[in-house]
């Protein structure tokens, strides 16, 4: 199935060379559980702070067993505390 | 309200939204801006424009030269000087009807608890996880709002906690184990992004003020400058949050 990963501001030097500076669309197995995605892009789990599918945010507890669904947008934030 | 005051706020009042009632509940509010760095310069300046009635500063820290290219409340002749000192002579300058009370060294503790339970609103605008976490665990306790920025790089997020609603809190989205060595003086930060987070803050402490905050409640907000990417997200309060579960 197709889904879509977006890795916004830091995160984005995990992606592979791509056309977009931020999104890459993706070909995964049908049921792909949100973690396995996020760890095939080497990304740790406290610098995938924000996690979205859709725009709808995800809690971290859920990542685990959340399936992907075909077409769905997976969007990523890492985590800001300077000022 | 005095004509003096209807004439300085008039384009407030103006708005349907804010009005005279709007503008009165500003006048008589007091805050407690965390940080007069990059977020706080701003977010502190926009305050006191508007007319807040009273800002407490609280930072321990110098002003350097390598601040001033994004702490536009310091200048020039501010190197040296205690960050809360110059952000006062700013903030006096802009508007002396706005009362400026400094605190030049770290709050923390009962301290902390009692400044913040003396003031209707907090404006975190520091730079690290334990004063973030401290400050939104007295905010919960002590039911006061507090509008919580951050930004770094190219990148900020901004977040509210509004205690007379069932509202999240900032240990709802980072938990305790979050640590962090980023600062701005390793990973570098582009001026106007502390900019413009630091005004939103102040945005939406203006609103919350104005009676005008529902719309805010639970509202995360989370800012890529490089692409001018804004993405907005309802975040749920956590009903296991170790700070605001009980509250």
Redesign the interface.
């Known amino acids: 199935m197709n889904v879509s990963i977006e890795l916004?501001?830091?995160l984005m030097k995990h992606l592979p060379p791509g056309k977009s500076?931020?999104r890459r669309d993706l070909k995964v197995d049908d049921g792909l559980i949100l973690n396995r995605l996020i760890e095939q892009f080497h990304i740790k789990p406290?610098e995938a702070?924000?996690v979205?599918i859709n725009?709808?945010?995800i809690?971290a507890e859920e990542r685990d067993d959340r399936k992907l669904a075909a077409g769905d947008v997976v969007?990523i934030?890492?985590?800001?505390?300077?000022? | 309200m005095k004509q003096n005051q209807k004439d300085r706020y008039a384009r407030h009042i103006r708005l349907s939204q804010i009005g005279e009632k709007g503008q009165q509940a500003i006048l008589d509010a007091s805050i407690l801006v965390v940080?007069v760095?990059?977020?706080?310069s701003p977010a502190a300046m926009y305050l006191a424009a508007g007319g807040v009635g009273k800002l407490i500063l609280n930072d321990f820290d110098i002003v350097e030269t390598s601040n001033l290219q994004r702490q536009i409340i310091h200048h020039n002749h501010s190197v040296g000087e205690n960050k809360v000192d110059s952000g006062q002579q700013t903030l006096e300058m802009l508007n002396p009807e706005t009362k400026v009370e400094v605190i030049p060294y770290q709050l923390e503790g009962d301290e902390l608890k009692q400044t913040i339970e003396s003031v209707d609103m907090v404006l975190d605008?520091?730079?690290?996880?334990p004063t973030?976490f401290e400050v939104n665990r007295y905010c919960v306790e002590t039911g006061t709002i507090l509008v919580s920025?951050?930004?770094?790089?190219?990148?900020?997020?901004i977040m509210n906690y509004q205690p007379a609603t069932n509202s999240a809190c900032y240990q709802c989205?980072?938990s305790q184990?979050?640590e962090?060595e980023?600062?701005?003086e390793v990973?570098g930060?582009l001026g106007p992004v502390?900019g413009v987070i630091g005004t939103l803050q102040a945005l939406q402490a203006l609103l919350i003020l104005a009676g005008l905050g529902e719309e805010l409640v639970n509202r995360?907000l989370?800012f890529?400058a490089?692409?001018m990417?804004w993405?907005g997200?309802?975040?749920?309060k956590?009903p296991n949050c170790p700070v605001c579960s009980g509250h």
């Not at chain 1, 934030?77 to 000022?83: M, S």
């Not at chain 2, 760095?37 to 706080?40: P, S, T």
């Not at chain 2, 920025?149 to 997020?157: S, T």
């Not at chain 2, 997200?233 to 749920?236: A, K, Q």
């Open positions: 916004y501001a830091s500076r931020f406290e702070h924000l979205l725009g709808h945010y809690d969007s934030w890492p985590p800001v505390a300077g000022g | 940080g760095g990059g977020l706080g605008c520091s730079d690290n996880y973030r920025g951050a930004a770094i790089r190219l990148e900020g997020q989205l980072y184990a979050y962090s980023e600062s701005c990973e930060v502390v995360l989370m890529d490089q692409g990417h993405q997200v309802t975040l749920p956590n």
